[in-house]
Nanobody, 123 residues
Framework: QVQLVESGGGLVQAGGSLRLSCAAS????????MGWFRQAPGKEREFVGVIGTNGNFKAYGDSVSGRFTISKDNAKNTVFLQMNNLKPEDTAVYYC????????????????WGRGTQVTVSS
C-alpha cells in the first residue's frame, strides 16, 4: 500500500507563489519518479512536471515551464512543487503521482495518486 498526501494549496493573488508538498509513505521506493498533475473543472488532467529517481532529471509542462520548479527530499520521501508568478489559469486541483509504468507525461501510466490539493489564483 502506498499513500501520497499533498499539502500547501490555498488562495493566492496573481503573481504570487505557493509551495506544494507531497509526502509519500508505505510500500514506496524513494527513488520512484514522481509527477505533478493538475485538473481544472471541466478539463482533462494536465501534466505539470516530473522528477526522476535521483532528482537529476526534471521535465515540465509547457504552460508552467520557467515558473514552476520540482524538487525532492529522498530522505523524507517528499516531493515539492514551487510555483512562482502564478496566474488565474493555474487554478486547479493539484495531484502528485508516483511510479509511472510508461510515459511520465501520461496520467494513465501512474500507479499511485494522492487526493489532491486545491490551488486558486485570483486576478
Amino acid at each position: 500500500q502506498v499513500q501520497l498526501v499533498e499539502s500547501g494549496g490555498g488562495l493566492v493573488q496573481a503573481g504570487g507563489s505557493l509551495r506544494l508538498s507531497c509526502a509519500a509513505s508505505g510500500r514506496i521506493d524513494s527513488t520512484f519518479p514522481m509527477g505533478w498533475f493538475r485538473q481544472a473543472p471541466g478539463k482533462e488532467r494536465e501534466f505539470v512536471g516530473v522528477i526522476g529517481t535521483n532528482g537529476n532529471f526534471k521535465a515540465y509542462g509547457d504552460s508552467v515551464s520557467g515558473r514552476f520548479t520540482i524538487s525532492k527530499d529522498n530522505a523524507k520521501n517528499t516531493v515539492f512543487l514551487q510555483m512562482n508568478n502564478l496566474k488565474p489559469e493555474d487554478t486547479a486541483v493539484y495531484y502528485c503521482a508516483a511510479d509511472p509504468d510508461g510515459s511520465w507525461r501520461n496520467p494513465d501510466d501512474y500507479n499511485h495518486w494522492g487526493r489532491g490539493t486545491q490551488v486558486t489564483v485570483s486576478s
